[in-house]
């Protein structure tokens, strides 16, 4: 009995390594935006870049910050950039 093995060329084992090192790209891009796709919009939300009397962002437990105290932030319900000192229906006070 004989084994007669197929020979991977130049090309083939390029292009399998290329795809091979794409698949993470390709795995966090998907990820990324279906995290991003699982927030409701601000529309949704009825975000606005004013408090709601003593509620704020910046008091919320939703609230992402960013490096800087006066910088927009994320949050972890509503999509896109999110002042400190807006406001939503998502609010919950931080305790």
């Given amino acids: 009995m004989s084994y007669h093995q197929k ?35 601000k529309a949704q ?9 003593s509620e704020k962002c910046s008091n919320c437990i939703q609230f992402i910050p960013s490096e800087t105290p006066d910088a927009n932030g994320n949050c972890k319900v509503v999509q896109g950039s ?3 000192e807006g406001w939503c229906t998502a609010f919950a006070p931080k305790s």
């Fill in 82 to 84: 999110i002042s400190p």
């Fill in 45 to 53: 939300m009825k975000y606005q870049d004013e408090p709601n009397g």
């Fill in 7 to 41: 020979k991977c060329s130049r090309r083939e084992l390029i292009k399998y390594m290329a795809f091979g090192a794409a698949i993470p790209f390709i795995w966090g891009f998907s990820n990324t935006t279906k995290s991003e796709a699982a927030k409701a919009s």
